[in-house]
Structure formats: structure tokens, C-alpha cells
């Protein structure tokens, strides 16, 4: 099963002088279970691109669909397929903590499903089951004010608000953006496990936009290059950082880790082969150094 994106564009405002092609006959295949990202400098055409996914944009031309079911559909049917559709699609915006709005983190967790129609008790359940899941203690947290909660436990609880509603794709714009380098890598942690499929969860499908390209490197199964709202490299990401023009004219640069691997291979002092991560870098300069 997956989302399909069939030679999707899109224009802002047409026919109007402030007419804006924003995405131009992208095609995509987003799989089950995988981990993707999106990497794009300012405009390029991420956003837009992720709400095409969702279903909060319609495509100008082109077609959007999920496992199996069209997004644009004109029927009485095919209207109510799409929207259950969606309903299989959770997105977390950039800055999600600014959303927060009830008065306890129980209630703002509580809102998703319960516009669902859920049952109380079923909306109970959801609620303590994603504050779990982004690591807050039902007991100690629930009845708090979001407003209370330090940065990075605000970004956790309007997380947790997407996945009370139990989405099987998750987007995540931009999910680390104004954290500190400790809350950063915790949020990235927690998006991870929920990819990876630990706490007892089924694996989710990742889609993350990010201008973190270490990021990109160490976690992503697959990544896509947006420029000027084209698709313009997609593959594993050690495979697309090997490409610098096309990172170089996208605006974007190789994550750091790879730079630095380079000039010590350069040097001697690194054996050569695939990077993600650090741990992975520690080994092959330990291999290299072996071969002084």
C-alpha cells in the first residue's frame, strides 16, 4: 500500500497578476513502513507539496492517491472514500506548539478524536496511548496547562494530538525547528521509534521535511529534492548527497559528516565506503587509521 503523487502540479492564485506555479508535474511514491525526506531551500515548493499529500490542496492537474483511492473525486462516493482517505494521513505543521490552545494537554490531545465522533471512552484511550508514545506521563502531564510545559514537551503534546487520531503516514514539517540541541535530538529520537515501530506500535510511514541534511542522512530510507517546484533527485540519501551540482543548485549543501569524511579519506585517514552516521564514521577512521 502507499500514496501516489501522478504528475502533480500546482498554481496559486490563477489568473490573477499574482498567478504562482508552485509544484510542476511531480510524481511520487510514498511505501508503507519507510522513513522519507524532503529537502528544498525556502520556496522550492516543500510545503505546498506536503499539503498536496494530505488533501488540504487539490492538485491544478494531475492526481493524488491514497492506497488505492483518488483525493479529487466528484461522486457522492468517491467524496466520502477520499475523506476516509485522509483521515489515514496525520500532519504535524512547523511550530505545532502554537496550535495548542485547551485549557489541560488531555483536552488538546482529546480534540482530533473527538471530532472524529469517537466514544468518550475511546477517546480516553487514544489520549493516554500518544502522550505514551511521545513520552508524557498521563498522571503528571494530562492535567497540566500546555502552557506550562517547556519547549520541547509542548512540540510532544501537539505531536501527540496528530497521533491520538492514529494516522498511518505521518508528516512532520520541519519537526525540530527553534529546539535546542537536547530537545532536537529528542524529538528526532521520537520520530524514529515511531518509524521504527517500538512501544508496541506498527511501523509508521515517515514523511519529514527538513534543512537538516545530517538529519536526512542518518534517518531517511529515502530522500526527495524540491527545486523551484520540481522534483529534481530522489533516492537513499547517501546516493543523492554523492550528487553536489544538483544539491549545489537546489541550494542545499552535503551534511556535514560527509565533508568532514571526505577531507579524511582525502587524507589518509578514513577508509571509504557509506557514512550515516557517527558511529559509522568512528569505525571507518579506525579502519583507516588500521591501514597506516
Excluded at 502540479?9 to 490563477?14: L, N, Q
Excluded at 525526506?37 to 493524488?64: D, N, R, W
Aim: charged share 25%; with cysteine.
Amino acid at each position: 500500500m502507499s500514496i501516489e503523487l501522478k504528475n502533480v502540479s500546482y498554481t496559486y492564485m490563477p489568473d490573477t497578476p499574482m498567478e504562482r506555479q508552485a509544484l510542476m508535474g511531480v510524481t511520487m511514491t510514498l511505501e508503507r513502513g519507510r522513513f522519507y525526506a524532503i529537502a528544498g531551500h525556502t520556496g522550492s515548493g516543500k510545503s505546498t507539496l506536503i499539503q498536496q499529500i494530505c488533501g488540504l490542496l487539490t492538485p491544478t492537474s494531475g492526481e493524488v492517491v491514497v492506497e488505492g483511492v483518488p483525493l479529487k473525486a466528484k461522486s457522492k462516493e468517491g467524496k466520502k472514500q477520499a475523506a476516509l482517505a485522509k483521515r489515514k494521513i496525520g500532519l504535524v505543521f512547523q511550530y505545532p506548539e502554537q496550535q495548542l490552545f485547551e485549557e489541560t494537554v488531555a483536552a488538546d490531545v482529546a480534540f482530533g478524536p473527538r471530532n472524529q465522533g469517537l466514544t468518550e471512552e475511546e477517546i480516553a484511550r487514544r489520549v493516554q496511548k500518544a502522550l505514551a508514545l511521545v513520552d508524557l506521563d498521563y498522571e503528571a502531564y494530562g492535567g497540566k496547562s500546555p502552557f506550562q510545559l517547556s519547549g520541547g514537551q509542548k512540540r510532544r503534546a501537539a505531536i501527540a494530538g496528530v497521533l491520538a487520531m492514529e494516522p498511518e503516514y505521518l508528516i512532520l514539517d520541519e519537526p525540530t525547528a527553534g529546539l535546542d540541541p537536547k530537545g532536537r535530538e529528542a524529538i528526532l529520537e521520537l520520530i524514529n521509534t515511531l518509524q521504527k515501530g517500538g512501544k508496541g506500535k506498527e511501523p509508521m510511514t515517515i514523511i519529514m521535511v527538513s534543512h537538516a541534511m545530517d538529519d536526512i542522512l542518518r534517518l531517511a530510507d529515502e530522500m526527495f529534492v524540491m527545486q523551484e517546484g520540481r522534483l529534481t533527485a530522489s533516492g537513499a540519501p547517501a546516493e543523492v548527497f554523492e550528487r553536489w551540482d544538483v544539491l549545489s543548485e537546489a541550494g542545499l549543501e552535503p551534511p556535514k559528516l560527509l565533508l568532514l569524511m571526505e577531507r579524511l579519506r582525502e587524507a589518509g585517514l578514513a577508509e571509504r565506503g557509506p557514512v550515516r552516521n557517527l558511529k559509522e564514521a568512528v569505525q571507518a577512521v579506525k579502519r583507516g587509521l588500521g591501514k597506516c
